[in-house]
């Protein structure tokens, strides 16, 4: 099982590569109103960025990938906007399973499915259950997810365990998270200018290098991710220490 911690990373180029890259991908909604066209077609002009650096990183060995594609706060947005955007989820999953599989990339889900449409439950039910072993690339999607969520219920199941306060650590709190088995994100990207992290892997992002970018997500591409992991060779992460 993979460990959680930060000695994960390979090097590429003779530079560190991250193991585990998440993306705060934002901005869909503003790229479509300067192109005057709607809000629906900005996510779907999201779903191909989607695809290129889901690309991108399954070629270059980023080994762990999360998305965060749908947060508990969004379910406040118009229902014709919640509706064709897991109407997206379904058509991204049926066109890009056989890619997937060709990859070697397995997918996986941080959040609460229960309250997801009927459609799209089945559709990442099958696609996950399709993808269980392969192991090249861990695709995570964050979907109706929130991370004080995710921590309060890592609580809720720990306690309900029998777990005692005095046995619990950090690795055994991780251990309760949708994240389990998986390292930590050493990079978080954000895009769209923003520069919060949205409730987004709270527990898990405590020691990841953050990297903001005004690109807006429909227009980031493989050249932006490189930027991203530029700026991430060049710093130095001392973890706490000197």
Request: aromatic letters at 10%; charged letters at 25%; a neutral charge.
């Given at each position: 099982?993979?460990?959680?911690?930060?000695?994960?990373?390979t090097?590429?180029?003779?530079?560190?590569?991250?193991a585990?890259?998440?993306?705060?991908?934002?901005g869909n909604?503003?790229?479509?109103?300067?192109?005057?066209?709607s809000?629906s077609?900005?996510?779907?002009?999201?779903a191909e960025a989607?695809?290129?650096v889901v690309?991108?990183?399954?070629?270059?060995g980023?080994?762990?990938?999360t998305?965060?594609?749908?947060?508990k706060?969004?379910w406040?947005?118009?229902?014709?906007?919640?509706?064709?955007?897991f109407g997206?989820?379904?058509?991204f999953l049926?066109?890009?399973?056989?890619?997937?599989?060709?990859?070697?990339?397995s997918?996986?889900?941080f959040g609460?499915?229960?309250r997801?449409?009927l459609?799209?439950?089945k559709?990442l039910t099958?696609?996950?259950?399709?993808?269980?072993?392969?192991?090249?690339?861990?695709l995570?999607?964050a979907l109706?997810y929130?991370?004080?969520d995710?921590i309060?219920?890592?609580?809720?199941?720990?306690?309900?365990s029998?777990?005692?306060?005095?046995?619990?650590?950090?690795?055994?709190?991780?251990?309760?998270?949708?994240s389990?088995?998986?390292?930590d994100?050493?990079?978080?990207?954000?895009?769209s200018?923003?520069?919060?992290?949205?409730n987004?892997?709270?527990?898990?992002?405590a020691?990841?290098?953050?990297?903001?970018?005004?690109?807006?997500?429909?227009?980031?591409g493989?050249?932006?991710?490189?930027?991203a992991l530029?700026?991430?060779?060049?710093?130095?992460r001392?973890?706490g220490?000197?």
């Amino acid at each position: 099982m993979l460990q959680a911690d930060h000695q994960t990373e390979t090097v590429t180029n003779g530079q560190p590569l991250p193991a585990h890259i998440a993306i705060i991908m934002d901005g869909n909604g503003r790229w479509a109103t300067a192109r005057s066209l709607s809000r629906s077609e900005g996510h779907r002009a999201g779903a191909e960025a989607v695809r290129r650096v889901v690309t991108a990183c399954r070629r270059l060995g980023v080994r762990h990938l999360t998305l965060y594609s749908f947060s508990k706060e969004n379910w406040s947005r118009p229902k014709e906007e919640v509706s064709h955007l897991f109407g997206l989820l379904v058509d991204f999953l049926t066109k890009e399973l056989p890619t997937l599989q060709e990859n070697d990339i397995s997918l996986h889900v941080f959040g609460d499915l229960d309250r997801l449409p009927l459609a799209s439950r089945k559709a990442l039910t099958y696609a996950m259950g399709k993808c269980r072993d392969n192991k090249g690339m861990c695709l995570n999607l964050a979907l109706n997810y929130s991370g004080r969520d995710e921590i309060l219920a890592a609580c809720r199941k720990y306690m309900e365990s029998g777990g005692k306060p005095e046995d619990l650590t950090s690795e055994i709190f991780s251990g309760q998270l949708y994240s389990a088995g998986q390292p930590d994100p050493d990079l978080v990207i954000r895009t769209s200018g923003e520069q919060r992290i949205s409730n987004f892997l709270l527990f898990q992002s405590a020691y990841s290098e953050f990297y903001f970018t005004p690109t807006l997500w429909p227009d980031f591409g493989e050249a932006e991710l490189n930027e991203a992991l530029r700026s991430y060779a060049g710093r130095k992460r001392r973890f706490g220490g000197l």
